[in-house]
């Protein structure tokens, strides 16, 4: 991994055998996999602690299980917070799964969040409520003026941007979504306001490929250039 560089590994949750998966990730890890009720739940998240570790082995030259984690939830302390490589080295990490997508953002550059999220053609229709709870005035006036047929789409667009940025934050939903502006769903991904002291100009965001039906968004915390590299896990087996 270059400097640089932010790299964003996909995976599917049916790639990679659950055996396999099994033998390297943490007890932790297998024991909040067992808490989902779905089976498909339970391989996306299997599959997002897979892809992470592997993909830390491959960039740092160790093997898969000697990668520790560390995931302290900062308000309650349990072990189910955003992921940190205990031994530091610089490297900033986030993952995110939905549908059919498994996405791991690792980079030196800055703290680092990733989102995707699944855009169903058979989905429910575009929520002009919820639109009103998460987007800023003017996000929902940009909104609501584009064709009715385009706004779940172009909502969602905006949702992954946000979401990344308050991942990389670590702020989550915690900080109101709504006061975290962005640039309009036909423009590239950018931040124009936020209540943080970090000035605007020190984000950098950028629209992934995440692949049919789904829709996906990647921000740092830097103020340098920012070059994304996307990678399939197919490499890795």
Same mark, same amino acid.
């Given at each position: ?39 498909? @739940? $339970?391989?996306? %998240?299997?599959? =997002?602690?897979?892809?992470? /570790?592997?993909? &830390?082995?491959?960039?740092? +030259? #160790? ?6 984690? @560390? $995931?302290?939830? %900062?308000?309650? =302390?349990?072990?189910?917070? /955003?992921?940190? &490589?205990?031994?530091?080295? +610089? #490297? ?58 385009d706004r779940h789409t172009d909502f969602l667009r905006l ?79």
């Amino acid at each position: 991994m270059h400097d640089e560089e932010c790299q964003v590994w996909w995976a599917r949750p049916d790639q990679v055998d659950e055996q396999r998966m099994l033998a390297v990730v943490s007890e932790a890890e297998r024991a909040r996999a067992q808490r989902y009720h779905r089976p498909v @739940d $339970r391989l996306r %998240s299997l599959t =997002g602690c897979w892809l992470l /570790r592997t993909v &830390l082995a491959a960039n740092l +030259g #160790v093997d898969a299980r000697q990668v520790v984690l @560390d $995931r302290t939830c %900062s308000d309650c =302390g349990l072990q189910h917070g /955003r992921p940190r &490589l205990l031994s530091g080295m +610089g #490297v900033h990490l986030s993952v995110s799964h939905a549908g059919q997508r498994v996405a791991v953002a690792i980079t030196r550059l800055g703290e680092v969040g990733v989102d995707v999220e699944h855009l169903r053609t058979d989905g429910p229709p575009f929520d002009e409520e919820l639109a009103e709870n998460t987007l800023s005035a003017q996000e929902l006036k940009a909104l609501l003026a584009a064709a009715p047929e385009d706004r779940h789409t172009d909502f969602l667009r905006l949702w992954v941007r946000k979401e990344a940025l308050l991942k990389a934050t670590g702020h989550g939903l915690r900080l109101p979504i709504d006061q975290v502006e962005v640039s309009p769903a036909d423009q590239e991904p950018a931040l124009l306001r936020w209540p943080l002291p970090r000035p605007p100009e020190q984000v950098r965001m950028a629209a992934l490929d995440a692949g049919s039906e789904h829709l996906a968004a990647v921000a740092v915390l830097t103020g340098s250039p920012l070059t994304v590299r996307e990678l399939g896990a197919s490499t890795l087996l």
